[in-house]
């Protein structure tokens, strides 16, 4: 189903705003109801000037399904190797995964910093995870939700709302996106597959086809 919306998101407990500050156009494909951000904003990750601070900054760790914490607890011998002392130690006290304050399933963290499953190269903090996935030891690439970052998806019971989250860290990525004239949903198209599979994503792009057009 492909329907436009005229209304932005709340809180998870406040799904529609009745007086919102900012009306903004969503569409709704299947059970997601997504941010017109996706198609109009650009972005590229730019490692070399964000130096990797989104697995550093924010307020709790990486968000984790059920699943994917039930299997990094059976890839932790794998990854181990790829991690800081610090991060083993974080997960060793703390485990693969925690609740944090909201009660979302969460990463742990080092000493309330940076995500545990990190590591530094050249100045810039990694994936422990992806690093293991991309020496072929596992074939798990990383959560999720990491994969789709600066997106976010708040699950609600019907549906999910799919937001592009604009943080000053990712300045440098939003600045490559537009000098690349590089779509937001080009640069997730991956994740995004991986999240809602091709036929969503297909229709994602029917969307972008519409606005290109008006």
């Not at 083993?88 to 609740?99: I, N």
Request: neutral net charge; proline residues 5%.
């Amino acid at each position: 189903m492909l329907r436009w919306w005229k209304q932005r998101f709340g809180k998870a407990e406040e799904p529609l705003l009745k007086q919102p500050q900012c009306i903004e156009q969503m569409f709704e494909i299947d059970k997601t109801i997504v941010s017109r951000d996706l198609l109009e904003e650009h972005f590229m990750c730019d490692l070399r000037c964000c130096k990797g601070a989104c697995c550093v900054e924010g307020d709790s760790g990486a968000p984790l399904t059920e699943e994917e914490a039930a299997l990094l607890e059976e890839l932790l011998p794998v990854i181990e190797p790829y991690m800081t002392a610090e991060g083993r130690e974080a997960v060793h006290q703390q485990g693969v995964s925690m609740r944090d304050r909201d009660n979302d399933l969460v990463t742990p963290l080092v000493a309330n910093r940076e995500c545990a499953f990190t590591y530094t190269e050249k100045h810039v903090v990694k994936c422990a995870i992806e690093k293991a996935f991309l020496d072929g030891k596992i074939t798990f690439r990383k959560p999720v939700s990491c994969h789709l970052f600066p997106v976010r998806i708040t699950e609600y019971r019907n549906f999910d709302a799919v937001n592009y989250q604009q943080l000053d860290i990712c300045r440098s990525g939003c600045q490559l996106g537009a000098k690349k004239k590089l779509p937001l949903y080009r640069f997730l198209r991956e994740p995004l597959i991986r999240k809602y599979g091709e036929k969503w994503y297909a229709d994602l792009e029917k969307f972008a086809t519409i606005l290109e057009q008006k």
